[in-house]
């Protein structure tokens, strides 16, 4: 069993469980976008969030305008499929997972967040590796 913070309402439409929605909510097979980006002004030291979207700037989308006006540095990088991405995604998060976050900052994916920035240049020339060349 997963422990995790959830609102009632994501529990009643299926969203919120890490582990139902590595299996219900993901796309494995179409190209997908794996983003970072720096949260400033958490507790007057920025965090950081990593995860995973069908659409370039997905995350403009899911974040409302008064979240994602304290977003810096993002990062997209276009994927082959889902599955790839959301691998990624996990391995980051196994990865650095002592330097995970774990307060609710965003109205949701708060399991993808870190408190420092945990990327390191070999990281990042690592996803480059596995990007899509459009």
């Given at each position: ?94 990865k650095y997972k ?36 459009v």
């Amino acid at each position: 069993m997963t422990d995790f913070e959830q609102k009632p309402n994501d529990h009643l439409t299926g969203k919120g469980c890490p582990s139902c929605a590595e299996i219900q909510n993901r796309d494995l097979v179409t190209p997908s976008y794996l983003y970072y980006f720096r949260i400033n002004g958490v507790n007057k030291t920025p965090k950081y969030k990593i995860g995973v979207t069908l659409k370039k700037y997905g995350i403009y989308d899911r974040y409302t305008k008064e979240e994602y006006v304290n977003f810096s540095n993002l990062k997209e990088w276009l994927l082959p499929n889902g599955k790839t991405a959301y691998e990624l995604e996990q391995h980051f998060l196994n990865k650095y997972k002592s330097d995970r976050y774990y307060k609710q900052i965003l109205s949701s994916g708060n399991t993808e967040l870190f408190s420092c920035d945990v990327l390191t240049d070999e990281d990042i020339a690592y996803i480059e590796s596995l990007t899509l060349k459009v």
